[in-house]
């Protein structure tokens, strides 16, 4: 978690931030390769120390927070928090924290630091349309009542708002949808309904990028339907929308300022997908600082609805190989695992704010 200073100043206003998992306290990315048995048995030397009890200062005061960071420092704190300051809020804008499946120690997480976010989405809910004006919701069997009942007591103040996917919707159901203000309507009270019956405080809509660049205009009069319809109710709706710039491309992305302008007076918030920048396939950073940046003011170059942006902080780090396309997420518990094993010396790359290091692993062929 952040304990400290969490401002980021991109214009007139400050930004608000959306924490894209609970999970890792580091974000780095990394390169594999191979290594010889020599260099092996190094990384099976001395065990490092890892801290059990909660510290009485924060990270900035520890000297944890700097672009040099060592291995076995990371290694001996990352479980170490600072016991007085978990109430403690250093950001005045809204901050939305995913749980997510893959995650579960973000149940935990939310309770504990539940005072510095003020809103929380678990990853729990899908929309299936049935037929005509027939619409089921899945994922119920996940909503804890009694987690949340303990997420509120933690903060008076903080809203849950599951995401919600519209999943397995053809470009027909789409269609059908748009065509039709009862189905419109029918859809908004039965989500209207679902956030009464499960005391949510609202809904995380992901949906924008199943359509392309296809019935934008359609997809708009939805949303903002829905959005009248929750806030009738006094119940929030933020949107998921993907970044403004393609990554790896000056391109602009599927959801433009032009979107933004129509939508930004009836959304609550945005949620931007400020992250996964690279790919196996070109490997590299997750989130370069001057294409989130980019992303930011291409939707809002005036900062005028600056405070409704959530800007996505990735929790995870990516681990790619050397030997050919391929690469997957590293969460918290691997990234130590990979610290402990091989003791690497971690990178600052000062133009796209991010650390990385590089390790290698040794492989035994079986005949």
């Given at each position: 978690?952040?304990s400290?200073?969490?401002?980021?100043?991109?214009?007139?206003?400050?930004?608000?931030?959306?924490?894209?998992?609970?999970?890792?306290?580091?974000?780095?990315?990394?390169?594999?390769?191979?290594?010889s048995?020599?260099?092996?048995?190094?990384?099976?030397?001395?065990?490092?120390?890892?801290?059990?009890?909660?510290?009485?200062?924060?990270?900035?005061?520890?000297?944890?927070?700097?672009?040099?960071?060592?291995?076995?420092?990371?290694?001996?704190?990352?479980?170490?928090?600072?016991?007085?300051?978990?109430?403690?809020?250093?950001?005045?804008?809204?901050?939305?924290?995913?749980?997510?499946?893959?995650n579960?120690?973000?149940?935990?997480?939310?309770?504990?630091?539940?005072?510095?976010?003020t809103?929380?989405?678990?990853?729990?809910?899908?929309?299936?349309?049935?037929?005509?004006e027939?619409?089921?919701?899945?994922?119920?069997h996940?909503?804890?009542?009694?987690?949340?009942?303990?997420?509120?007591?933690?903060?008076?103040?903080i809203?849950?708002?599951?995401?919600?996917?519209?999943?397995?919707?053809?470009?027909?159901?789409?269609?059908?949808?748009?065509?039709?203000?009862?189905?419109?309507?029918?859809?908004?009270?039965?989500?209207?309904?679902?956030?009464?019956?499960?005391n949510?405080?609202?809904?995380?809509?992901?949906?924008?990028?199943?359509?392309?660049?296809?019935?934008?205009?359609?997809?708009?009069?939805?949303?903002?339907?829905?959005?009248e319809?929750l806030?009738?109710?006094?119940?929030?709706?933020?949107?998921?929308?993907?970044?403004?710039?393609?990554a790896?491309?000056?391109?602009?992305?599927?959801?433009?300022?032009?979107?933004?302008?129509?939508?930004?007076?009836?959304i609550d918030?945005?949620s931007?997908?400020?992250?996964?920048?690279?790919?196996?396939?070109?490997?590299?950073?997750?989130s370069?600082?001057?294409?989130?940046r980019?992303?930011?003011?291409?939707?809002d170059p005036?900062?005028?609805?600056?405070?409704?942006?959530l800007?996505?902080?990735?929790?995870?780090?990516?681990?790619?190989?050397?030997?050919?396309?391929?690469?997957?997420?590293?969460?918290?518990?691997?990234?130590?695992?990979?610290?402990?094993e091989?003791?690497?010396?971690?990178?600052?790359?000062?133009?796209?704010?991010?650390?990385?290091?590089?390790?290698?692993?040794?492989f035994?062929?079986?005949?």
């Amino acid at each position: 978690m952040f304990s400290g200073e969490e401002k980021l100043d991109m214009g007139k206003n400050t930004m608000r931030f959306l924490c894209a998992s609970l999970s890792l306290t580091m974000i780095c990315w990394l390169a594999e390769g191979t290594l010889s048995k020599t260099d092996a048995k190094k990384g099976a030397t001395k065990k490092l120390e890892e801290k059990k009890l909660h510290s009485d200062k924060n990270v900035q005061d520890r000297g944890l927070v700097v672009v040099d960071p060592k291995a076995k420092d990371i290694i001996l704190e990352h479980k170490s928090y600072c016991s007085k300051k978990t109430k403690e809020r250093h950001f005045s804008g809204d901050v939305l924290g995913y749980i997510t499946p893959w995650n579960n120690h973000g149940y935990d997480i939310a309770k504990i630091f539940g005072n510095k976010f003020t809103l929380i989405s678990p990853v729990w809910l899908q929309v299936k349309r049935r037929g005509k004006e027939r619409f089921q919701f899945t994922g119920l069997h996940d909503a804890d009542q009694g987690w949340m009942k303990d997420v509120r007591k933690t903060s008076k103040t903080i809203k849950i708002v599951p995401r919600i996917l519209f999943d397995g919707w053809t470009y027909q159901d789409f269609e059908s949808v748009f065509g039709s203000e009862d189905e419109i309507e029918e859809l908004s009270r039965n989500m209207v309904l679902l956030a009464k019956n499960e005391n949510f405080d609202g809904f995380v809509v992901e949906v924008w990028s199943q359509l392309g660049n296809q019935k934008q205009t359609e997809l708009i009069h939805l949303l903002t339907h829905l959005s009248e319809a929750l806030h009738e109710a006094q119940l929030k709706l933020i949107l998921v929308i993907p970044p403004a710039v393609a990554a790896g491309t000056n391109q602009p992305g599927m959801f433009t300022k032009k979107e933004f302008d129509q939508l930004a007076s009836v959304i609550d918030s945005f949620s931007l997908m400020t992250y996964d920048y690279s790919a196996p396939h070109r490997p590299g950073p997750n989130s370069p600082l001057p294409w989130v940046r980019a992303c930011v003011e291409v939707l809002d170059p005036d900062s005028k609805w600056r405070n409704k942006i959530l800007l996505g902080l990735n929790f995870y780090g990516m681990d790619y190989s050397a030997l050919g396309a391929s690469g997957e997420p590293i969460l918290g518990s691997r990234y130590i695992e990979t610290l402990k094993e091989h003791k690497p010396k971690i990178l600052w790359d000062e133009q796209i704010a991010e650390h990385y290091f590089e390790y290698k692993n040794f492989f035994v062929l079986q005949k």
